[in-house]
């Protein structure tokens, strides 16, 4: 019986667009999420720490035994830790790949990926690897930590149930779509409904409005032939229509650029939304 998922250690710099669904996503699989800052210059610590997850500054190297000896002077559990190290390459449909992996029992399981053109003897040192990611217990942490800077996978303890896997190329594993997921058009239709944005309720209108006043008008040089009250009428209602059809299409734009302002000004200065 393995020892539950405890902890998801997001390993990275710079991922403000991303760490809120990071986070949100690792605590339906886990009990902790912490973030190993490697240097961020944008928001990525204050989103973090606004939605609850713990952030350390992590300045060494992303070696695993560097990693664990870190993990080790936050606190001791006998849970499992995923460390993930979020790259441009990782996904979050590659969370449940790890995730299955923790949950096989494994003291160690070391995805990693490194350059095929050196050929290592002795083992594969495990300072050069790239980290894809890595799941360690506490008995396997404790371990990793006592080992030296160049100790290689022939090192590791019989003791301990470790498996070092290497990947060349990325797992592909089949996405099934979902309704949410396969119609993003309908998602922004009924969020523009809910939410009455100008654009739809201006925008649309005048659009179609323009479109036919302008296809109607190139039609009534050769419609008419003499001048009555039927074709003064049309003529009218059809540049009625352009007219019409234009000056929704400014208001919409009008009412959507000055509620992007008063939002802005809102949060600017804390303003109450309902004010």
Not at 19 to 26: A, M, N
Not at 45 to 72: I, M, W, Y
Not at 176 to 198: D, G, I, N, V
Request: glycine letters at 6%.
């Amino acid at each position: 019986m393995s020892p539950p998922l405890q902890r998801v250690v997001l390993i990275g710099r710079d991922i403000e667009l991303r760490i809120v669904s990071l986070i949100v996503r690792s605590r339906e699989v886990a009990n902790e999420v912490v973030l190993f800052d490697t240097g961020s210059n944008d928001e990525t610590v204050e989103l973090a720490n606004e939605v609850g997850s713990s952030v350390v500054h992590h300045d060494g190297d992303l070696t695993p035994q560097a990693l664990t000896k870190a993990l080790l002077e936050l606190d001791s559990h006998d849970g499992l830790t995923l460390f993930l190290p979020i790259t441009a390459r990782w996904k979050l449909s590659d969370l449940p790949l790890s995730v299955n992996r923790a949950r096989e029992g494994w003291d160690i399981h070391h995805l990693y990926r490194e350059d095929s053109s050196v050929n290592h003897e002795n083992g594969t040192p495990l300072s050069s690897t790239e980290l894809g990611h890595l799941v360690v217990s506490h008995r396997g942490a404790h371990h990793l930590s006592l080992l030296p800077q160049d100790a290689t996978t022939e090192d590791i303890s019989d003791e301990v149930r470790a498996r070092f896997v290497k990947s060349d190329v990325q797992i592909q594993l089949p996405q099934r779509q979902s309704l949410a997921t396969a119609s993003r058009f309908a998602q922004l239709f009924y969020w523009m409904l809910e939410s009455k944005h100008p654009l739809l309720l201006f925008g649309i209108p005048g659009v179609v409005l323009f479109v036919l006043g302008y296809r109607l008008s190139g039609d009534l040089a050769t419609m008419f032939t003499e001048l009555n009250s039927t074709s003064i009428g049309v003529t009218l209602i059809t540049i009625a229509m352009t007219l019409i059809g234009l000056f929704a299409m400014m208001v919409a734009l009008i009412l959507y650029i000055m509620g992007k302002q008063v939002a802005r000004i809102q949060n600017q200065y804390n303003w109450p939304k309902g004010s």
